[in-house]
């Protein structure tokens, strides 16, 4: 059984910096993207960042240009994200996502692509 575990969530002032890790272990599997995802309460669940490994392009949701970087080890099965400049609209449980089927041309922003899911690490952002 593949397993994601996040971890380095945390109440965060604004303004503040925080970097989430994400870990995959416990099988063997091929990996072609992993990407980060949040949802907040009663919302519903956003595409963050992602990283594409067959080309190591990094992609990220507009809302989070310029303040966070994704990263990580595609031989680790490591994953990062840098967040800077946290803001309250940040708060939520960010989820680590990794795809292990092949596609030619998709969107790296789609949840449903993607085959493997952490089980969540709480960034809150006070003001």
């Known amino acids: 059984q593949l397993r994601l575990s996040e971890s380095g969530g945390r109440l965060v002032q604004a303004g503040g910096s925080r970097r989430l890790s994400c870990t995959a272990s416990g099988s063997t599997f091929s990996t072609y993207a992993m990407g980060w995802f949040r949802q907040a309460p009663e919302k519903q669940r956003e595409y963050v960042a992602a990283?594409?490994?067959?080309?190591?392009?990094?992609y990220y949701d507009d809302s989070v240009k310029g303040r966070f970087t994704i990263s990580g080890d595609n031989a680790e099965k490591t994953l990062y994200l840098q967040m800077n400049g946290l803001q309250p609209e940040d708060t939520a449980t960010y989820y680590c996502?990794?795809?292990?089927?092949?596609?030619?041309?998709?969107?790296?922003?789609?949840?449903?692509?993607?085959?493997?899911w952490g089980q969540g690490t709480q960034v809150s952002v006070s003001s």
């Open positions: 990283v594409n490994w067959n080309n190591n392009m990094s």
């Open positions: 996502a990794l795809r292990a089927r092949s596609y030619t041309v998709v969107l790296l922003s789609l949840p449903e692509t993607y085959d493997y």
